[in-house]
């Protein structure tokens, strides 16, 4: 499912951001581009990201 329509990033995307490493919000904006744009995703993009974070 896409994001951030402004990127064009994916929940994939985020995943493998956190299984590559990412352990912030600040990391993951810099892997993908999510939320770099307009901003409207941001919420649901850390929610994506804390989810990864809490299944490693
Ligand atoms: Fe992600 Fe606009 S939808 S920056």
Do not use: F, H
């Amino acid at each position: 499912m896409y994001v951030c329509l402004c990127k064009g990033v994916n929940d994939r995307a985020i995943r493998d951001a956190v299984e590559e490493g990412a352990r912030s919000w600040r990391e993951v904006r810099e892997r993908t581009g999510c939320a770099t744009q307009c901003g409207k995703c941001a919420g649901t993009g850390k929610g994506i990201m804390r989810e990864a974070i809490s299944e490693e």
